[in-house]
């Protein structure tokens, strides 16, 4: 679970820097935001952790159950399928955070007049914090 929350920390870092750099030279305010502070308190945050963790739990039932029933090889066949399902199901509730925070991001951007919105970290000095504005929206 700490493995994807940092995947997922990288791939918004990722189009976030592109972003910036996409904006550069240009006049535009720059508006910022934390992305800890947004798996932390936004709600939406942990209704995705709720999904991979009912979706992990889910899986390892179903591993322990059919434990018994089959051989070692099958079983750890059955492993690997489980291990496939699980990564193809984060890949896909990354994409769809990711996707929702982008939009909120944009709207968020359009109502503050900001021209390119990035993590915290990547912002030097000054700028419009949009944290508070995220969770809001992520509610």
Partial sequence: MKRLG???????????AI??????GSEDKVGYVDMARVQKEAPMVQQYQKKMEDKDK?????????????????FQKKQQ?????????????????LSEIQTKLADIAKDKNVGIVV????????????TDDLIAKLQ
């Fill in 6 to 16: 940092k995947r997922f920390a990288a791939v918004v870092c990722m189009i976030l």
């Fill in 19 to 24: 972003g910036a750099l996409s904006g550069c």
């Fill in 58 to 74: 889910a899986l390892n039932d179903e591993l322990q159950k059919d434990k018994q029933s089959m051989s070692a090889e099958d």
């Fill in 81 to 97: 399928q489980a291990q496939q399902e699980r990564q193809i199901y984060a890949a896909s509730m990354q994409q769809q955070f």
């Fill in 119 to 130: 993590y915290k970290e990547v912002v030097p000095s000054g700028g419009i914090d949009v």
